[in-house]
């Protein structure tokens, strides 16, 4: 009887580039158990279209991150690199982000893009790339402050099918997968392509979530002296913490369990666009993955053990 909460459900993990030891880890385990599961290892490079994830890793060694890649791919696992970039792309010229997309294309990885003109310019040259729509393609469209119309949920399914039509996969909101995808599903014309973020920790519909995501990557190494261990730094009103908990856009199991009954088949276990609480954390993630506590526990243990035992890999 497999451990794993949902065997049919293609995950993805938010470990490349900062704890790729125990993303390797984490598969072989799964696969010494005889768990037959489909992983997706997501991260972000600087590049020109570096993502706005709070670990962002720059590439010294190219062979060596070739050595990585190869190492994913003989454990049946996929990257995922996340070139969502809050800002308007006109033109590639980064020599990193060049040769990500051309690795990419020799190691099948997977492309996280933001806004259609990315996608345009990244296909002209790469036809055969597999390319994801970020969530942040809803998140600029339905949460911006200057919105002057109100919300409306048929506007926000229409925008999902569009995308499915062109992307290979859709990342939802997760303001919308939370709140109304269960009560719509008939709406969708292609459902295998629909992504749900599970434990995004962020509050509910926060207007500032671009100022927040765009300041996170300009100044992300002056974070700390800048904001210090603020839970958002982009706040302008108070709110207890307590609140903030409460109001965010986390799913509870019973809600994943009938997502996942009624067709949705890719989970995202995101690393978080929070510093204090990005659930990032590896026993969080298996929490989500594995059936029982006790299970859970047991491999993550097997799982930290082994990986202080990989050589680390340097790129």
């Known amino acids: 009887m497999s451990i794993i ?48 994830g709070t670990k962002t890793k720059r590439i ?31 033109k590639i010229e980064n020599d990193i982000t060049n040769y990500l997309l051309v690795l990419g294309e020799d190691y099948q990885a997977d492309f996280i893009i933001s806004n259609n003109d990315a996608y345009d310019l990244i296909k002209r040259e790469h036809k055969k790339l597999h390319c994801i729509a970020s969530e942040l393609i809803a998140v600029k469209k339905f949460q911006n402050p200057n919105n002057t119309e109100n919300y409306d949920i048929e506007k926000e399914i229409d925008l999902y099918n569009e995308l499915c039509e062109k992307y290979d996969a859709v990342i939802l909101r997760p303001e919308f997968s939370k709140n109304y995808l269960l009560d719509n599903l008939d709406k969708f014309k292609n459902i295998s392509k629909l992504e749900i973020i599970v434990n995004n920790p962020c509050l509910e519909n926060c207007p500032q979530i671009l100022d927040h995501l765009i300041a996170k990557q300009q100044f992300y190494e002056n974070r700390e002296k800048m904001y210090g261990n603020q839970y958002c730094y982009m706040e302008e009103t108070e709110m207890p913490l307590k609140e903030r908990l409460k109001n ?25 666009t929070n510093d204090m609480l990005a659930n990032s954390n590896i026993s969080s993630m298996l929490n989500y993955m594995i059936k029982d506590f006790d299970t859970t526990q047991m491999l993550f243990s097997q799982i930290e053990k082994s990986s202080f035992e990989i050589p680390r890999v340097e790129y």
Do not use: M
């Open 248 to 272: 965010n856009n986390i799913h509870n199991i019973e809600l994943i369990d009938k997502l996942v009954a009624a067709g949705i088949k890719r989970i995202n276990l995101c690393g978080g």
């Open 60 to 90: 010294n060694n190219q062979k060596n991150f070739e050595k990585l890649l190869a190492a994913y791919i003989n454990l049946n696992a996929n990257l995922r690199i996340d070139f969502s970039t809050p800002f308007t792309l006109l």
């Open 5 to 52: 909460r949902y065997p049919d459900v293609e995950w993805t993990l938010p470990l490349a580039g900062w704890a790729d030891n125990y993303a390797l880890s984490i598969v072989d385990a799964l696969r010494l158990l005889d768990e037959k599961i489909k992983l997706n290892i997501q991260g972000s490079y600087f590049s020109s279209l570096t993502s706005i």
